[in-house]
């Protein structure tokens, strides 16, 4: 029997290959803030988030925004592999009547809010977890961010907000994969220490590797063992990991190369279904 | 609760009616945004401490926060000035309330240019225009505190995200407790057969007060209280305008994009006919007490009779 880390981290690479098909065949999309959110975005939906696939919109459900919504493409891979919707709908990734949408859409199965205009998504979660607090429900809501959309005034309007209601029902997660659109955060907006500025407004502030299973489950549960102050996990990431030229190159953010992309997805089909039947039987 | 002729802030009769609600509906949630005292909601918040959120001075946050509370389940009001809501928070309001259509009730006080002395900065008179483009929006001003009670009361059972403007000062209570209000449904509050006025919020009581001078002078005009400019009532419109021939529209807002635009594009497309607005052209105001700058900016009595006069001559000339 594989032990449960093992078995996640197959799920995180079907996740990237998902990704790196789907944008491949929409000519479009944004690979590298996908690739960085993919370990912690199979935590989440293997492991942590209590959802009934089945049931998408069932009441008591955990929710999940992901602020960074530009990163959805492995969001729907993510609901696919869970049974949300059938696998075969990720390639209509982008297209015209597709419910897979180029940001995420409500209106989507398994899609707690839409998102995609940046530094909005934390305040929507705030709302979420005031909703369970005044129903004295105990779903938690997690919300994505990306280090690029904390230049948004508002992100800083929800962390104020968060510590000051005390939603100890809210986790953030900070893809701290430190590049951005036009280049490294450092060269964009400078954020100065990331674990200072949470800390400075009262967050429990647990900083991990991003791509180590072994550091993210802990860090979740640490955070649901947390009452009275809400928890931010800095997630220390790469971006792009899993496909060699794409890592730690801000150019793609957006998708650079259709050819390249589409060779690379070749080559780990290829690859994935030598190394492990797992993979064989799900691969598309 | 209202008496005929008294005058109102129509953010009192929002207040009010907030708890009313309150007391009726345990999903009823309000956001505020640090003017709790001004806007009335803090007389919600008073009596239901639980369900009463001070966000701070932080409108975006707060119009995303409601957003996230509607999504689970709760029916939110949303106070802050008109202003902040429409414009501060505009792309929030937009992607996050009327995208995924949501129950958030955006109730603002200060619009038009009731807020009058505090000058243009806290007088809103593009957010209608604003708000009327977002798809899926409904965008309502009530004439007065009676028509503020029943339209708020209505907004809870209206399935989606609502823009309802406020004024700060007082406006004469023109309606009596027996009158229904629909959502979308205008109020035919006069008849007549010269001309028809259309006008919303505070301007319907300066509406009323040009007919009483109008009839005196041999010109009957009917008088429409269009409380909802989006979705408009259109058969209003259409059975007036085909008795009187020629419309006024009337409006504390820019001509453009409010009432003015929305009959005219209607009447355009359906049944063109002489027209005139009523309203700010292309300007700000500025600080000074309320009915001194309606003269100022051409939105009084007595431009709105001039402006009947001027349909009334376009008529003729038509024919």
Known sequence: MIDKTKELERWAQLLRYDVVRMISNAGSGHPGGCLSAADIITCLYFKEM?????????????????????????????????????????????KAGSFLQGHPEIHTSGIDMTSGCLGQGLSVGAGMAVAAKIDRKFYRTYVMLGCGEMNEGQVWESVMCASHFKLDNLLAIVDYNRLQFDGSVDEVLSPGSMVKRWKGFNWNVIEIDGHNINEILPAFEKARNTKEVPTVIIANTIKGKGVSFMENDYLW???????????????????MENADSFYAKRLW | MYKLGDSIPTRNAYGDTLVELGRKND?????????????????????????YFNIGVAEQNEMAIAAGAASCGKIVFVSTYAVFASMRACEQVRTFVAYPHVN????????????????????????????????????????????TRELVIAATQWDGPIYLRLTRDGVPVIYNEET?????????????????????????SKALDARDILSKQGILAEVIDMHTIKPLDESIILDSVRKTGGVVTVEDHQVECGLGSAVSEFLGENYPIPIQRIGLRNTFAESGEYELLLKKYKMSVDDIISGCFKVVGRKKKKR
């Open chain 2, 180 to 204: 229904s209000f629909k959502i979308g449904k205008g109020i035919l509050l006069r008849e007549g057969k010269d001309i028809t006025i259309i006008a919303i919020g505070d301007m319907v």
């Open chain 2, 27 to 51: 999903q009823i949630v309000v956001f505020e945004a640090d003017i709790g005292k001004s806007t009335r909601s803090a007389i919600f918040g008073k009596e239901f401490p639980e369900r």
């Open chain 1, 253 to 271: 953010h957006s998708l650079m190369d259709r050819d390249k992309l589409a060779e690379k997805c070749k080559q780990m089909k290829k690859d």
């Open chain 1, 50 to 94: 209590n959802i009934r696939p089945e049931e998408p919109d069932w009441p008591d459900r955990d929710r999940f925004i992901l602020s960074k919504g530009h990163a959805c493409p492995v969001l729907y891979a993510a609901l696919a592999r869970r049974g949300v919707f059938p696998v075969k709908k990720l390639k209509t990734l982008r």
């Open chain 2, 104 to 147: 958030v009730k955006i109730c603002v006080s200060h619009g038009g240019i009731t807020p009058a002395n505090d000058g243009v900065t806290h007088q809103a008179t593009e957010d209608l225009g604003i708000m009327r483009t977002i798809p899926g929006m409904t965008v309502i001003m009530p004439a007065d505190a009676v028509s």
